[in-house]
């Protein structure tokens, strides 16, 4: 099972970005999946969560600017970036909770992460 993210860039304060990632491999079911971010000298954290089911939670510093959604026919799940600032600036990373083909534990799969730069 691999994560792939993509979509990350530069972009000036007040721009916007979408992200998307896509989980692939042999996967029976995938539920909820996250975006976190990690800046530099900074702990990663939390940034969106949606759950199968479309129950979305955000960090209070992206509410009404981020939108998180998911297309559960391709097992993909994508961040749209609104009125960006520069303190949004880190590595982005996504996350899924994945039961593979043939097993019945769950596990928790990370993507490689996608560079998002916002200037001011």
């Known amino acids: 099972v691999q994560l792939q993210a993509c979509g990350g860039g530069s972009v000036q304060a007040g721009g916007s970005l979408r992200l998307s990632c896509l989980a692939s491999?042999?996967?029976?079911?995938?539920?909820?999946m996250g975006w976190y971010r990690q800046a530099p000298g900074k702990e990663r954290e939390l940034v969106a969560t949606i759950s199968s089911e479309n129950n979305t939670n955000y960090a209070d510093s992206v509410k009404g600017r981020f939108t998180t959604s998911r297309d559960n026919a391709k097992n993909t799940v994508y961040l749209r970036m609104d009125s960006l600032k520069p303190e949004d600036t880190g590595v982005y990373y996504c996350?899924?909770?994945?039961?593979?083909?043939?097993?019945?534990?769950?596990?928790?799969?990370w993507g490689q992460g996608t560079q998002v730069t916002v200037s001011s």
């Open positions: 491999g042999s996967i029976f079911k995938v539920t909820t």
């Open positions: 996350n899924a909770e994945i039961r593979r083909i043939g097993h019945v534990a769950w596990y928790t799969y």
